[in-house]
């Protein structure tokens, strides 16, 4: 689900992604600044001020970075304060090299969470929110997070909507007979039919969060869903160069208590110049596929438990 890059937060970029240059970025700071304040983040890693003036040295605009994108089901089944992450990507961007990595992370991985004790991954975030998620991924992955993205369900259908829908070639049709219907449903616990057919596809919000989160009928299981979701991101970075500046408020809307981000407004500043010159090629997509996990019933649920022998190499290879 997820999920923002391709500069790093396809999320965070969208709101200026569409200025050019320094300049034009500063000409509509006022209005970018109304519009991300409106959006409900809130920062849980010290960072400093959310100014144009820093309190503290802003790395420099080619320093490379990683980045912690979040997706949740946040529907009314869930308490908000306590969501599971349905989608966790590790994503490092190499301004310098123009380079971008996305490594999705399943969300069945039975890991040791840095709360204490051992569960699916994807509840690190609902005992203890961001930080919970970072520090869990930190120890367990052997990697530094300097930034964190979290979006909501709503938050990532109205958003594709806004930007009039995503373009993708499916690889694999969705054929889902249990699928949640649990978005602006009377019954959240229902279920229903879903379906998007294999080829040239254009997806609108509601159908593209049926794609990135059906999880029935795949015959790769929960990794053709992270396929999926990384594929959704690249497209959602496509059409960011049709947002103008008339579109922040509306931007704002759609995201109002749908977004967080430990992204001050003064490091964005500072990457701009990396926004448009990441190319398509240059994003190297990582999914853990292959010998990298084994499949186990552990507490009566099923679980990937991780190989570290295999994963660890591979995931330092790209994150330090």
Do not use: C
């Amino acid at each position: 689900m997820a999920e923002l890059p391709i500069t790093t937060m396809v999320l965070v970029i969208l709101g200026f992604v569409i200025s050019g240059s320094l300049g034009a970025f500063a000409y509509f700071l006022p209005a970018f600044m109304t519009a991300f304040g409106a959006t409900g983040q809130k920062s849980d890693i010290p960072v400093a001020s959310a100014t144009i003036v820093a309190a503290t040295p802003t790395p420099a605009a080619d320093a490379p970075f990683t980045v912690l994108l979040l997706g949740s089901d946040d529907d009314q089944k869930f308490d908000p304060d306590h969501v599971l992450t349905q989608s966790m990507i590790l994503v490092r961007v190499e301004p310098a090299a123009k380079h971008v990595t996305m490594l999705s992370i399943p969300r069945d991985l039975w890991v040791p969470l840095s709360t204490g004790g051992s569960a699916k991954i994807d509840a690190a975030y609902a005992y203890g929110g961001p930080k919970a998620a970072i520090a869990t991924v930190e120890r367990d992955f052997h990697v530094h997070i300097d930034e964190y993205v979290w979006i909501g369900l709503r938050g990532l259908t109205r958003m594709i909507d806004l930007l009039g829908g995503v373009d993708v070639v499916t690889s694999n049709p969705v054929l889902d007979d249990f699928y949640p219907n649990d978005v602006d449903s009377r019954y959240p616990y229902g279920i229903k039919r879903v379906a998007v057919l294999p080829g040239p596809q254009h997806l609108n919000g509601k159908m593209a969060l049926e794609y990135v989160r059906s999880r029935h009928s795949d015959l790769r299981g929960d990794f053709g869903r992270s396929f999926r979701q990384q594929q959704v991101l690249l497209a959602l970075r496509a059409k960011t160069k049709y947002l103008s500046p008339a579109d922040l408020p509306d931007l704002a809307t759609v995201l109002n208590g749908e977004f967080k981000t430990s992204m001050e407004l003064d490091r964005i500043r500072h990457l701009l110049p990396v926004a448009r010159q990441v190319a398509p090629e240059a994003v190297t997509q990582i999914v853990l596929v292959g010998g990298y996990t084994s499949s186990e019933q552990i507490d009566g649920q099923y679980a990937l438990v991780p190989i570290w022998a295999r994963i660890l190499p591979l995931v330092h290879q790209s994150f330090p």
